[in-house]
């Protein structure tokens, strides 16, 4: 299961409708591609159309979508938001990064 700290489902509601979703209906896709510098970095992004393939969880009253390769990479992950004076942004806490970069945006295992 991936979980949605209380300031991130705060902050995607927000920003979804934002965008002009519904944050009933919508989702935030998360995933994992080979890049950045650690090796794996994560993606992030609103979405409406689940594909076939896609795990859906919901925490805190936000739908979570992620495919079932990045899925083996995400269990246990929280997504939190970060509105400090480092930066603001959605950061995924990760119990199975073994590894990550300075920026939070890449891992490895």
């Known amino acids: 299961m991936i979980k949605v700290s209380e300031s ?3 902050r995607a509601k927000m920003l979804m409708e934002d965008d002009g979703l519904n944050p009933e209906t919508a989702f935030i896709r998360v995933g994992v591609k080979s890049g950045g510098c650690s090796g794996l970095e994560y993606e992030l992004k609103f979405d ?3 594909l076939e ?3 859906i ?3 805190n009253g936000v ?3 992620v495919d079932k390769k ?3 990479y995400l269990v246990g992950t ?3 938001y970060s509105g400090g004076l480092n930066g603001k942004g959605f950061v995924f806490n990760n119990p199975n990064a ?3 970069c300075g920026c939070g945006e890449s891992f490895s295992l």
């Open 8 to 10: 991130a489902a705060k």
């Open 48 to 50: 409406q159309n689940a």
């Open 53 to 55: 393939n896609d795990k």
């Open 57 to 59: 969880f919901e925490d």
């Open 63 to 65: 739908k979570i979508a």
């Open 70 to 72: 990045s899925f083996l």
């Open 78 to 80: 929280t997504l939190e």
């Open 98 to 100: 073994a590894r990550t």
